[in-house]
């Protein structure tokens, strides 16, 4: 029964995005209704075989529930595929063949203490998120598109929480950075919104991209990509990995920028107040609650490799701590309500990170189911933030004199500092992009040169 | 021995466009000649089709046809033949030109002419079905001349082409001459290797030798271009040609610069200005990875190499088919700017999303696994090699989410002409977008067969090295005893 329900908590965003995507395809005109129903009625299976699952652990004490669904993709080594021949009959096989790596991806879900409580949190807000939105968007021309990117985020964010395999969490993983930059472009006939959505794109990629090779390292290192055999015989957060240190900490890294570039961790924490260009349930969801924790969530997750190595334990509350104190003064100078919710949603994500570094496993999820809600509930009612603003102040009889302990010209420069948002995508753009794009940019004109001449065109 | 096929499939799927393709040069009514091609082609892929299927049925390494017309034309064996790599190819390389001619809107059937369209369909069919070196050196040249005579006939300048495609077919031929022995089975001279190796780079356009491929790109009809580039006849060249006979250190110097030429190329599409350029670089990075890993030493790496290179040829080719479909309602496509397209042809969009991300290998499309193998393939033997794979398809994703950007979204564009895509293009790249889902969703039937086809590669490599390594230990100890016969 409990892998019947692992499967229904999977499938049913599936099948959700599955209906939109067709329908989107084929322009087949659905309403707004429809919709909304569609979505409601997959949360709503998805949440109570989740719920289901959790009761049950909770009554059989068990820790650990896994839902395989086979390989995907299997590719047997030649011992396997030459096993059932008589002695005989691998004659023709060349001796490299016999050395072949085998590989396989398989479609393994894992429900413990870490990714129940991801996967109910998952499916609750996005539930009221697309409440809110069906009212919120109501008669925009983006109302289906709205709904095919969050179908897209929710499959992507329940794969992720629920992965047993680090190449599962991978699938998921870009899902939710696709939907993301497409969400933050959503209003795609204003210049902002699209370039915001880029950039959010591209530190996605290459937070992906480490992401890729620290799964494939890890991979190789451990023998399969299995969650499971990488935590040996204990359940989360209790595994213990057997790598050796030195490649504990290059796979680590690999991971804990990937989870920099996912939580807007410095030095990409300039994409996180861009990315609520988007329209405010998409922001709510996504950067205050969801998307914004899952670099939290994979650093909860690889937990194992950090126990291993007090370097990377070290360098996870190093760089949270950095975070947390630039989002800090940043968040103390915003102008409007969302950017200004953003460095607050960055400032606990970095808590939640520096907890993790310092070997708390259960206080940072608990914390990040905390922050998740109150996050997304003030978000959500960032629309209406001025009447809230005007009530507090008739309540409190006038707003109170602000006063700096710091000496004038020091305040000022922090000041300066935190406006500039730390000049963090300034750096960015000036000492990788800049260069890259001018060196490239310079080969272009070589090459075109170069054609112009061999042709004997003047262009 | 090799097996025989249950129908004449090669070679009837090589005449057929051939005759058609006269049929149309007779015809002056352009849509007459689209629908004469158009039938011819989808003729042509069920013959494709119907060959891998027959080839799967017999179950051998290698196949040729039944009745082998081409030996009892010419007297010699095996010239037409299809083993476990070429297979799928004739079907792929099918598909693209029949999407590619049904995709051609009427607008523009005056550019693209369908006679010598169907004409480059037999050529590159007898291509891929071609193990006869010198029967396949013709066949490459004779490839060139569709792109040529278009060129010529649009009033360019077709110099560049010229010059690498002269260069290219010159230096494989001199290449070839020189291997003497060496065609049998041993490995060339060092003067031969090079020129083979500068003839390989050449055709696939390995940096510095690519601009040949932006600018034919730029100077002939989209569909001409995307159906010279796409088949990747150039890598299955290199693959019958050059792999085979040259020695290790060429062998490397192919992968190491194109595995440059995929970084580099991923990072020129990044900054190019116009749609047509951007796509050259895309394709040449694509392409440049997959040439890169068919060196690989291990059978994880080439299956992956094998799976991308089917995936990229229907991902790139939808995608060049959507940016087609694009221009031929808006002209040439600035990337400077935002032109606000979505409003018009959401479908195209979306496809276009789908093709380009299918490209880089995103989740649950065709080209995700084959990616996932490559990257697995790498990290196990050359970790650098598959930080710069990831870091190439990394940058490809960047460029691709950016174009898009700059062609569907901005103000909506403004037109008193519906814009809205026909159903024949739409047909197409649907078409194209659900082999894309389906063998990203259902991929284990498609990677076991390039895996058959890669162990096998590999299992061939192996025995050619053992007889060249017994003929090199055969040759020293012959030159010992001559010595210490002259020197007793």
Same mark, same amino acid.
């Given at each position: 029964?409990?892998?019947?329900?692992?499967?229904?908590?999977?499938?049913?965003?599936?099948?959700?995005?599955?209906?939109?995507?067709?329908?989107?395809?084929?322009?087949?005109?659905?309403?707004?209704?429809?919709?909304?129903?569609?979505?409601?009625?997959?949360?709503?299976?998805?949440?109570?075989? #989740?719920?289901?699952?959790?009761?049950?652990?909770?009554?059989?004490?068990?820790?650990?529930?896994?839902?395989?669904?086979?390989?995907?993709?299997?590719?047997?080594?030649?011992?396997?595929?030459?096993?059932?021949?008589?002695?005989?009959?691998?004659?023709?096989?060349?001796?490299?063949?016999?050395?072949?790596?085998?590989?396989?991806?398989?479609?393994?879900?894992?429900?413990?203490?870490?990714?129940?409580?991801?996967?109910?949190?998952?499916?609750?807000?996005?539930?009221?998120?697309?409440?809110?939105?069906?009212?919120?968007?109501?008669?925009?021309?983006?109302?289906?598109?709205?709904?095919?990117?969050?179908?897209?985020?929710?499959?992507?964010?329940?794969?992720?929480?629920?992965?047993?395999?680090?190449?599962?969490?991978?699938?998921?993983?870009?899902?939710?950075?696709?939907?993301?930059?497409?969400?933050?472009?959503?209003?795609?006939?204003?210049?902002?919104?699209?370039?915001?959505?880029?950039?959010?794109?591209?530190?996605?990629?290459?937070?992906?991209?480490?992401?890729?090779?620290? #799964?494939?390292?890890?991979?190789?290192?451990?023998?399969?990509?299995?969650?499971?055999?990488?935590?040996?015989?204990?359940?989360?957060?209790?595994?213990?990995?057997?790598?050796?240190?030195?490649?504990?900490?290059?796979?680590?890294?690999?991971?804990?920028?990937?989870?920099?570039?996912?939580?807007?961790?410095?030095?990409?924490?300039?994409?996180?107040?861009?990315?609520?260009?988007?329209?405010?349930?998409?922001?709510?969801?996504?950067?205050? #609650?969801?998307?914004?924790?899952?670099?939290?969530?994979?650093?909860?997750?690889?937990?194992?490799?950090?126990?291993?190595?007090?370097?990377?334990?070290?360098?996870?509350?190093?760089?949270?701590?950095?975070?947390?104190?630039?989002?800090?003064?940043?968040?103390?100078?915003?102008?409007?309500?969302?950017?200004?919710?953003?460095?607050?949603?960055?400032?606990?994500?970095?808590?939640?990170?520096?907890?993790?570094?310092?070997?708390?496993?259960?206080?940072?999820?608990?914390?990040?189911?905390?922050?998740?809600?109150?996050?997304?509930?003030?978000?959500?009612?960032?629309?209406?933030?001025?009447?809230?603003?005007?009530?507090?102040?008739?309540?409190?009889?006038?707003?109170?004199?602000?006063?700096?302990?710091?000496?004038?010209?020091?305040?000022?420069?922090?000041?300066?500092? #935190?406006?500039?948002?730390?000049?963090?995508?300034?750096?960015?753009?000036?000492?990788?992009?800049?260069?890259?794009?001018?060196?490239?940019?310079?080969?272009?004109?070589?090459?075109?040169?170069?054609?112009?001449?061999?042709?004997?065109?003047?262009? | 021995?090799?097996?025989?096929?249950?129908?004449?499939?090669?070679?009837?799927?090589?005449?057929?466009?051939?005759?058609?393709?006269?049929?149309?040069?007779?015809?002056?009514?352009?849509?007459?000649?689209?629908?004469?091609?158009?039938?011819?082609?989808?003729?042509?892929?069920?013959?494709?089709?119907?060959?891998?299927?027959?080839?799967?049925?017999?179950?051998?390494?290698?196949?040729?046809?039944?009745?082998?017309?081409?030996?009892?034309?010419?007297?010699?064996?095996?010239?037409?033949?299809?083993?476990?790599?070429?297979?799928?190819?004739?079907?792929?390389?099918?598909?693209?030109?029949?999407?590619?001619?049904?995709?051609?809107?009427?607008?523009?059937?005056?550019?693209?002419?369908?006679?010598?369209?169907?004409?480059?369909?037999?050529?590159?069919?007898?291509?891929?079905?071609?193990?006869?070196?010198?029967?396949?050196?013709?066949?490459?040249?004779?490839?060139?001349?569709?792109?040529?005579?278009?060129?010529?006939?649009?009033?360019?300048?077709?110099?560049?082409?010229?010059?690498?495609?002269?260069?290219?077919?010159?230096?494989?031929?001199?290449?070839?001459?020189?291997?003497?022995?060496?065609?049998?089975?041993?490995?060339?001279?060092?003067?031969?290797?090079?020129?083979?190796?500068?003839?390989?780079?050449?055709?696939?356009?390995?940096?510095?030798?690519?601009?040949?491929?932006?600018?034919?790109?730029?100077?002939?009809?989209?569909?001409?271009?995307?159906?010279?580039?796409?088949?990747?006849?150039?890598?299955?060249?290199?693959?019958?040609?050059?792999?085979?006979?040259?020695?290790?250190?060429?062998?490397?110097?192919?992968?190491?610069?194109?595995?440059?030429?995929?970084?580099?190329?991923?990072?020129?599409?990044?900054?190019?200005?116009?749609? =047509? =350029?951007?796509?050259?670089?895309?394709?040449?990075?694509?392409?440049?990875?997959?040439?890169?890993?068919?060196?690989?030493?291990?059978?994880?790496?080439?299956?992956?190499?094998?799976?991308?290179?089917?995936?990229?040829?229907?991902?790139?080719?939808?995608?060049?088919?959507?940016?087609?479909?694009?221009?031929? =309602?808006?002209?040439?496509?600035?990337?400077?700017?935002?032109?606000?397209?979505?409003?018009?042809?959401?479908?195209?969009?979306?496809?276009?999303?789908?093709?380009?991300?299918?490209?880089?290998?995103?989740?649950?499309?065709?080209?995700?696994?084959?990616?996932?193998?490559?990257?697995?393939?790498?990290?196990?033997?050359?970790?650098?090699?598959?930080?710069?794979?990831?870091?190439?398809?990394?940058?490809?994703?960047?460029?691709?989410?950016?174009?898009?950007?700059?062609?569907?979204?901005?103000?909506?564009?403004?037109?008193?002409?519906?814009?809205?895509?026909?159903?024949?293009?739409?047909?197409?790249?649907?078409?194209?977008?659900?082999?894309?889902?389906?063998?990203?969703?259902?991929?284990?039937?498609?990677?076991?067969?390039?895996?058959?086809?890669?162990?096998?590669?590999?299992?061939?490599?192996?025995?050619?090295?053992?007889?060249?390594?017994?003929?090199?230990?055969?040759?020293?100890?012959?030159?010992?005893?001559?010595?210490?016969?002259?020197?007793?």
């Amino acid at each position: 029964m409990l892998t019947f329900a692992g499967i229904l908590v999977v499938l049913s965003p599936a099948v959700l995005v599955a209906l939109f995507g067709i329908s989107t395809l084929l322009r087949t005109p659905v309403g707004e209704t429809v919709y909304s129903r569609c979505t409601a009625a997959a949360v709503s299976t998805g949440l109570a075989a #989740a719920v289901w699952i959790l009761v049950a652990m909770l009554m059989t004490d068990d820790r650990q529930v896994e839902v395989s669904l086979g390989d995907w993709v299997r590719i047997p080594a030649a011992a396997e595929q030459h096993a059932g021949e008589p002695p005989g009959g691998a004659v023709g096989v060349s001796p490299h063949a016999l050395d072949e790596p085998h590989f396989h991806f398989t479609m393994k879900f894992m429900f413990d203490r870490l990714s129940v409580p991801f996967v109910i949190m998952t499916f609750v807000l996005c539930g009221v998120i697309s409440a809110f939105a069906s009212r919120y968007l109501h008669r925009d021309g983006g109302f289906q598109r709205f709904f095919l990117f969050l179908s897209f985020f929710l499959l992507g964010m329940i794969l992720s929480s629920a992965a047993g395999t680090i190449e599962t969490l991978f699938f998921g993983w870009e899902l939710v950075g696709l939907s993301s930059a497409l969400l933050v472009a959503f209003f795609h006939d204003r210049r902002g919104p699209v370039v915001n959505g880029l950039r959010v794109w591209s530190i996605y990629r290459l937070a992906d991209a480490a992401f890729l090779i620290g #799964a494939m390292s890890l991979h190789h290192l451990s023998g399969s990509g299995d969650f499971s055999g990488l935590a040996g015989q204990g359940v989360w957060p209790e595994g213990r990995v057997d790598i050796p240190q030195q490649s504990v900490l290059l796979v680590g890294c690999l991971f804990l920028f990937a989870a920099a570039g996912k939580s807007a961790l410095v030095p990409f924490s300039g994409w996180l107040p861009r990315a609520m260009e988007g329209p405010t349930p998409s922001s709510a969801v996504f950067y205050g #609650a969801l998307s914004v924790h899952l670099g939290a969530f994979l650093l909860l997750r690889i937990s194992p490799l950090l126990d291993r190595s007090p370097v990377l334990s070290g360098l996870v509350v190093l760089l949270g701590a950095v975070t947390c104190v630039f989002a800090a003064m940043a968040a103390r100078v915003q102008s409007d309500i969302k950017s200004s919710l953003a460095f607050a949603s960055l400032i606990q994500v970095s808590i939640i990170v520096v907890e993790i570094g310092l070997g708390f496993r259960y206080l940072p999820l608990v914390h990040i189911i905390g922050h998740a809600c109150l996050r997304t509930l003030q978000l959500v009612r960032a629309p209406s933030l001025l009447k809230d603003y005007n009530s507090m102040i008739n309540a409190l009889g006038g707003v109170a004199e602000r006063r700096s302990a710091l000496e004038q010209s020091r305040y000022q420069r922090m000041y300066r500092f #935190a406006m500039n948002r730390g000049n963090l995508d300034s750096i960015l753009d000036e000492f990788v992009v800049r260069p890259f794009t001018a060196a490239l940019l310079w080969s272009d004109r070589l090459e075109r040169r170069w054609t112009n001449w061999l042709s004997g065109e003047n262009k | 021995m090799i097996q025989e096929l249950h129908f004449p499939w090669l070679e009837v799927g090589i005449i057929l466009p051939l005759v058609g393709g006269g049929i149309c040069a007779c015809l002056t009514d352009s849509v007459r000649a689209q629908k004469v091609a158009i039938f011819v082609a989808g003729l042509t892929l069920l013959l494709a089709v119907g060959e891998w299927v027959d080839f799967s049925m017999v179950g051998s390494f290698e196949a040729h046809d039944h009745w082998d017309l081409t030996q009892r034309l010419t007297g010699r064996d095996n010239i037409l033949v299809i083993d476990e790599l070429s297979a799928p190819l004739p079907a792929l390389s099918s598909l693209l030109f029949l999407l590619t001619i049904l995709s051609t809107l009427r607008t523009k059937l005056d550019r693209f002419s369908m006679s010598l369209t169907l004409f480059s369909e037999s050529i590159v069919l007898a291509t891929l079905s071609c193990h006869d070196p010198w029967l396949l050196i013709v066949l490459l040249s004779l490839a060139v001349l569709p792109p040529w005579i278009e060129l010529v006939r649009r009033g360019v300048s077709p110099r560049v082409f010229l010059i690498h495609m002269g260069a290219f077919i010159v230096l494989l031929v001199a290449g070839r001459l020189l291997l003497g022995d060496a065609a049998t089975g041993g490995q060339a001279s060092g003067l031969s290797a090079t020129l083979l190796t500068v003839a390989a780079l050449l055709r696939a356009g390995v940096v510095p030798v690519h601009c040949w491929m932006a600018d034919l790109l730029e100077k002939a009809t989209f569909g001409t271009a995307i159906l010279f580039l796409t088949p990747m006849t150039g890598a299955f060249a290199v693959m019958h040609l050059v792999l085979p006979v040259v020695p290790v250190w060429a062998i490397r110097s192919i992968a190491i610069l194109s595995l440059i030429t995929a970084v580099y190329s991923a990072g020129m599409a990044l900054v190019q200005k116009d749609a =047509r =350029r951007f796509f050259c670089y895309l394709f040449l990075s694509h392409s440049s990875l997959v040439l890169s890993k068919l060196e690989l030493v291990n059978v994880i790496g080439m299956t992956g190499a094998l799976c991308v290179w089917i995936s990229v040829g229907l991902s790139l080719t939808g995608f060049g088919l959507t940016i087609r479909a694009v221009e031929s =309602r808006i002209g040439r496509i600035s990337l400077d700017r935002f032109h606000g397209m979505y409003e018009h042809t959401p479908t195209l969009a979306g496809l276009f999303l789908l093709t380009g991300l299918a490209s880089i290998g995103f989740p649950g499309t065709i080209g995700f696994v084959g990616m996932e193998l490559l990257i697995e393939g790498c990290v196990e033997v050359y970790p650098l090699v598959g930080l710069s794979l990831v870091l190439a398809s990394a940058l490809n994703g960047i460029s691709i989410l950016r174009a898009w950007f700059r062609i569907f979204t901005g103000v909506p564009l403004q037109s008193s002409v519906s814009l809205k895509s026909q159903f024949a293009e739409r047909f197409a790249v649907v078409l194209l977008a659900l082999l894309i889902l389906g063998g990203g969703l259902w991929p284990q039937p498609g990677v076991a067969s390039r895996h058959h086809a890669a162990k096998s590669l590999m299992d061939l490599r192996h025995q050619r090295a053992t007889v060249a390594g017994s003929q090199a230990v055969e040759t020293m100890a012959t030159g010992r005893s001559a010595s210490e016969a002259s020197h007793p």
